[in-house]
């Protein structure tokens, strides 16, 4: 089975800028979150989307948005870019079902830098 | 609100030494806890995940075991290789986070050949 896949790998962009952010998961697997990490808050929740519905949100401004296809891919964007969204972001797959304990797989990650 | 850390924050080793990297979190109301590996720059790699009823879960030469009532898991590594070297992240989900996890500050590891 093919891994988690993030495209684009890194990206540099400026301040006011946004950006757009994908993420394939395995195969079957219907839910994505996605996670910023960064040096000095580690890796924090940004939200999880399962079967193209959020249905979990951490504690970020507005500017950060996702969504999910019904092929299960995923995109987060970030509108007006500030110098502090620099990050590595992460999305995570899972079957997603409740009740059914499950790993999380991970994918190498976006790495973007907002100058 | 859950809080999740982890100690030593750095640990350097010769090879061949068995090793433990600490995990402690706050509320014990936790569904699974799950360690991770971070190579730089790159993305996470699921070592082990363990329920919240069970003690341990064991992979080759990692044995990762729970205490949820002490709020406590401890990683173990055996006779150590230099390919070990990494990030080691403590991960808990929460019972009602859905997917989401809550990760500790992680452990770097650098064992030396």
Partial sequence: ??????????????????????????????SVSWYQQTPGQGLQFLFEYFSETQRNKGNFPGRFSG????????????ST???????LYLCASS????GITDTQYFGPGTRLTVL | KQEVTQIPAALSV?????????CSFTDSAIYNLQ?????????LTSLLLIQSSQREQTSGRLNASLDKSSGRS????????PGDSATYLCAVRMNT???????????????SP
């Fill in chain 1, 1 to 30: 089975k093919a891994g988690v896949t993030q495209t684009p790998r890194y990206l540099i962009k400026t301040r006011g800028q946004q950006v757009t952010l994908s993420c394939s998961p395995i195969s079957g697997h219907r």
């Fill in chain 1, 67 to 78: 969504r999910q296809f019904s092929n299960s891919r995923s995109e987060m964007n970030v």
């Fill in chain 1, 81 to 87: 870019l500030e110098l502090g969204d620099s990050a």
């Fill in chain 1, 95 to 98: 079957p997603g079902l409740a």
């Fill in chain 2, 14 to 22: 010769p090879e061949g030494e068995n090793l433990v990297l600490n």
């Fill in chain 2, 35 to 43: 360690w991770f590996r971070q190579d730089p720059g790159k993305g």
């Fill in chain 2, 74 to 81: 401890t990683l173990y590594i055996a006779a150590s290789q």
């Fill in chain 2, 97 to 111: 986070g859905f997917q989401k996890l809550v990760f500790g500050t992680g452990t770097r590891l650098l064992v």
